[in-house]
């Protein structure tokens, strides 16, 4: 299975979109890898995770085929992470020989009220007819097409109840944690009653090298949780362990990131970054 990381910022973006501070003008001023776009990834080339308004930005920069995207995991509707504008460009006279004829949006009752409410109703027919919304209950493993989804609560500050997400194909497991802090204890019971081990876990790292755990996490905070992974046994040795969805008041651009990261056996994700496990 591929992760291939379209977008690993928090909301804002970094540079920010309005922001003057030194750590989005030295982001400017480097450019590369600390220039970092809102939250988007895409598994294989086949399903994506989440839609933010930089989803077309991210199909240019990665000369993506949208029309193959089969499934999308949204993880809550904070606008970094949902705003499906473009899905009223999806067929008609705007798009033609779509490889997946229909595409499957996964998520929590918010994102399914919003895209079945506010944006299917406001599109053409045919457009609106080939757009499914599917509801995912907590703790349920449900397969769509090849992949196996299990949709566990993320700790998350919001109305809603937000999700991170276990992806399964092919014998390989993947731990999508965006946007949350500590997991609760039923997430770490479920997923130690599972016999789950996980290949590859991407962390939430707003804070960076600070710290927070109720709502978000930083790189202090991740490298506790993981101890609490292993501890479950729901990690082994192999696990690939990377840092994502990064604020700039966090402060540290990539490169330094990256070093301070890697001396606890993180990875740091970047626009662009592909990881396959
Ligand atoms: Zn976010
Ligand atoms: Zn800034
Ligand atoms: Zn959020």
């Known amino acids: 299975m591929k992760l291939k990381y379209l977008g690993t910022a928090a909301a804002e973006g970094w540079p920010a979109v309005f922001c003057n501070c030194d750590y989005c003008n030295k982001a400017r001023e480097r450019g590369g890898k600390s ?44 606008s970094d992470h949902f705003i499906p504008v473009d899905l009223a460009f999806r067929g008609i006279c705007f798009a033609h020989n779509l490889i997946s004829e229909k595409i499957t949006f996964i998520g929590n009752e918010a994102m399914n009220s919003l895209l079945k409410e506010q944006y299917l109703k406001s599109m053409y027919k045919e457009v609106a007819d080939k757009i499914e919304s599917v509801y995912l209950p907590l703790f349920k493993p449900t397969q769509f097409g090849d992949y196996t989804i299990t949709a566990l609560h993320a700790n998350h500050k919001t109305d809603e109840i937000a999700y991170v997400y276990v992806i399964q194909k092919d014998n390989k497991t993947m731990l999508y944690l965006h946007d949350t802090g500590f997991l609760a204890p039923e997430n770490h019971e479920y997923l130690k009653n599972s016999g789950i081990i996980i290949d590859l876990i991407s962390y939430d790292c707003t804070f960076v090298l600070g ?26 040795k192999k696990t690939v362990h990377v840092i994502n969805h990064f604020s700039h008041n966090g ?22 970054m592909e990881i396959e496990i």
């Open 35 to 78: 220039i970092r776009t809102r939250s988007q990834a895409m598994v294989n080339d086949d399903m994506l995770i989440d839609f933010p308004a930089d989803t077309y930005h991210h199909a240019l920069v990665n000369n993506l085929n949208l029309s193959k995207i089969k499934h999308t995991l949204i993880t809550h509707t904070h």
């Open 251 to 272: 402060g540290t651009l990539h490169e330094e990131l990256e070093a301070e990261a890697a001396k606890s056996g993180f990875l740091t994700s970047y626009d662009c």
């Open 211 to 236: 710290r927070d755990g109720n709502g978000h996490l930083g790189l202090p905070d991740c490298i506790e949780l993981r101890e609490q992974l292993f501890v479950d046994g729901i990690v082994s």
